[in-house]
Nanobody, 115 residues
Framework: QVQLVESGGGLVQAGGSLRLSCAAS????????MGWYRQAPRKQRELVAA???????NYADSMKGRVTISRDNAKNTIYLQMNSLKPEDTAVYYC?????????WGQGTQVTVSS
């Protein structure tokens, strides 16, 4: 059974930074592709950034240059460093692990950016 636990969300002023973490249980972490998604009120969940098991990264156009995704396989953890945050980045941020046709999600962590 895979469990994903996010942390690091909170309230930050516009222009500030946050670092999100997602700790995964289970040995499949190292062979799975990981991602961060977000969902704002009344909007669909959208990809923020992704990283494959081999370390290849992909970023949403709206986040390029402001976020960095990384993974530490020794700690079964991925990170999302977010800089220059904007009020429109306010959302619940979710961690995702994908392996083949299987998907696992964390419970989400709230990020609120004040203007």
């Amino acid at each position: 059974q895979v469990q994903l636990v996010e942390s690091g969300g909170g309230l930050v002023q516009a222009g500030g930074s946050l670092r999100l973490s997602c700790a995964a249980s289970g040995s499949i972490f190292r062979v799975g592709d990981m991602g961060w998604y977000r969902q704002a009120p009344r909007k669909q969940r959208e990809l923020v950034a992704a990283i494959t098991s081999g370390g290849v990264t992909n970023y949403a156009d709206s986040m390029k240059g402001r976020v960095t995704i990384s993974r530490d396989n020794a700690k079964n953890t991925i990170y999302l460093q977010m800089n220059s945050l904007k009020p429109e980045d306010t959302a619940v941020y979710y961690c995702n692990l994908r392996l083949g046709f299987d998907n696992w999600w964390g419970q989400g962590t709230q990020v609120t950016v004040s203007s």
